[in-house]
């Protein structure tokens, strides 16, 4: 399946869900690839970090058309793809969400950040005058309390559906995206490994 997590907001935790979903399918024993489609590199960066653990097979194309092509062909080698494009709408983000199964949208509990959806929302229905699209929306770096979360959900436009698997703001996910691990791999953050694990499922099911 090829997933892509995309955002035209930058900061939003793609590239760390990107990493937990790469890793995540990757111990599960399935055949992994994680395309890196943001110039900047940090999906690469932090995978290229994997040492004395599982490698998981990366590459880099922050080329729209390169990107279209590399992944038509990695299709038949791979079970499961996993694109991170950066926080712009540029054509590797467009050809990603056209190339996707999936394309998961995470987002913060913050106003910027509900905003921002309507900017996807609105991407989404120029690509699929293309092709149909089929998105997701979650909470990336969900607060520990309080009514954000709910108000923010309830907030998703039309054109993307919510997923009910909250990631929370987390430093063990941080710490260990940092390092190129998943929070999976240790298993010592007992929330953060069951809200993974929980939208691993929810997004492979
Ligand atoms: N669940 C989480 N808990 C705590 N910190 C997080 C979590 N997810 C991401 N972060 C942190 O938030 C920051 C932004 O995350 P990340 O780089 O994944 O976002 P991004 O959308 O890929 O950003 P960009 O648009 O720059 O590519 C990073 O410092 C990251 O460590
Ligand atoms: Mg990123």
């Known amino acids: 399946m090829i997933v892509a ?3 035209t907001k930058g900061g939003v935790g793609k590239t760390t869900t990107a990493l937990n979903l790469a ?3 990757a111990i599960q024993g399935r055949d992994v690839l994680a395309v890196d489609a943001d110039r900047q590199g940090s999906l ?7 040492e004395g653990v599982q490698a998981v097979a990366t590459a880099h194309y922050a080329d729209g058309q390169i ?6 062909l990695a299709k038949t080698r791979y079970e499961d793809i996993i694109i991170d494009a950066g926080g712009r709408d540029n054509s590797a983000l467009r ?3 056209l190339l996707a199964d999936v394309v998961l949208i995470p987002f913060q509990p913050r106003s910027f950040d509900v905003w921002a959806l309507d900017d996807m929302a609105a991407l989404l229905a120029e690509m699929r005058a293309v092709q149909d699209v089929h998105a997701l929306a979650f909470l990336a770096m969900a607060d520990a309390r309080g009514r954000d979360n709910d108000e923010a959900a309830e907030s998703v436009p039309d054109g993307m559906q919510y997923l009910d698997a909250a990631v929370g703001r987390r430093k063990s996910i941080a ?3 940092g390092i190129g691990r998943s929070v999976l791999e240790d298993g010592k953050d007992e929330k953060a490994v069951f809200e993974v694990r929980r939208l691993i499922k929810a997004v492979f099911r």
């Open 44 to 50: 690469i960066a932090a995978l290229g970090n994997r």
């Open 67 to 72: 990107l279209r092509q590399q992944v038509a």
């Open 5 to 7: 997590v995309l955002n």
């Open 175 to 177: 710490d260990a995206a």
């Open 23 to 25: 890793v995540g399918r």
């Open 95 to 97: 050809a990603a969400m």
